[in-house]
């Protein structure tokens, strides 16, 4: 038997990326949005950045309640709605971090599909302190 963690079942059923159409994997038209959040030192420091795929266009927005999810949902739908009433807003993938399980909140909002990425491993950088030659 599968085990599902509390999280997942809070989230439920969510779009994985790859059920997004080929137009928004080739970064194809604008309106194509990326969203991820940059963690501070405490839970309450939190940055999100939603970037257009094919423009790189950024918006960066400071998180006042850090990584919450209905919170963070509210700034999304409030940050985005000039876009989807120009009719410019197609598309949002973002990470499978808890604080993305509202995005039900934000489809419903926007009406645009929100598809999110599966988790994957973390990846460090090391930097050396002596020099290549």
């Not at 998180?63 to 700034?75: C, D, F």
Request: cysteine-free.
């Amino acid at each position: 038997m599968k085990q599902t963690s509390r999280n997942s079942k809070k989230r439920g059923r969510y779009k994985s990326i790859l059920e997004r159409p080929e137009i928004v994997a080739s970064h194809g038209r604008m309106g194509d949005l990326e969203m991820d959040l940059i963690l501070g030192a405490t839970t309450n420091e939190a940055i999100l950045t939603i970037i257009d795929r094919k423009t790189d266009y950024i918006f960066i927005e400071l998180l006042p309640q850090g990584r919450k999810s209905k919170p963070l949902a509210r700034v999304v739908n409030r940050r985005l709605a000039f876009l989807k009433r120009r009719g410019q807003l197609h598309s949002i993938t973002t990470d499978n971090g808890t604080e993305f399980s509202a995005y039900r909140s934000i489809e419903r909002s926007l009406g645009v599909p929100v598809s999110l990425r599966a988790p994957t491993a973390q990846r460090t950088i090391h930097i050396s302190s002596t020099p290549t030659r």
